[in-house]
């Protein structure tokens, strides 16, 4: 069955490709010094055509056209590679974070206080990270993401001091305060 469909759809195909004429011969520009032509009979069947020239009428700008060309410049300085993966930048992100103090690698509303305890030399605490270590802080040490320095250690808590950029470029302040205890863990105990 399957034959009786296949040979006439082959000798449709046969057909079909025997009545197509053969492929001009390019003809070299006029110009052209002699002997440059290809032979069909030296090139074979998969010899490029001769390339013409191609006249291309070049209009000048107007100067609608001239305004509207420099009006607009794209400027790249400062901006994102659109053609850069942002799945890859997320890892280049993590791996750069893993490089950092373990201190610096989470923010700073991530951390909690295990303690405070007074030294000769100040108040001394002892910060819970997310990943279950104790770090000992002293007034000046650098915490977060955002380098944000520990500016003082009180008997209940920690205040550190960030410096962020806005979405204008502007330099802002934030101050984070971390208890020792807060207050809705004061009443479950």
């Known amino acids: 069955m399957l034959l009786k469909i296949l040979i006439p759809l082959g000798l449709l195909a046969l057909l079909s490709a025997c009545g197509e004429a053969p492929a001009p011969t390019p003809q070299p520009p006029a110009g052209a010094p002699k002997g440059t032509e290809a032979s069909p009979a030296r090139a074979g069947k998969f010899a490029a055509p001769a390339a013409q020239p191609q006249q291309e009428a070049v209009t000048p700008l107007t100067e609608k ?96 001091e960030e410096r962020l950029k806005s979405l204008r470029g502007e330099l802002q302040t934030k101050v984070t305060t971390l208890e020792l205890r807060k207050k809705e863990e004061a009443g479950k105990q």
């Open 65 to 160: 056209e001239k305004e509207l060309e420099a009006a607009y410049r794209y400027e790249p300085a400062g901006r994102r590679d659109p053609f850069f993966s942002l799945i890859l930048m997320e890892r280049l992100l993590e791996a750069k974070a893993e490089q950092l103090p373990p201190l610096q690698r989470y923010p700073v509303e991530q951390f909690r206080i295990q303690g405070i305890v007074w030294e000769r030399t100040g108040y001394v605490a002892m910060l819970h990270a997310p990943d279950g270590r104790g770090y000992m802080v002293r007034q000046g040490n650098v915490v977060g993401r955002n380098k944000g320095v520990v500016k003082q250690i009180t008997p209940k808590a920690v205040v550190v």
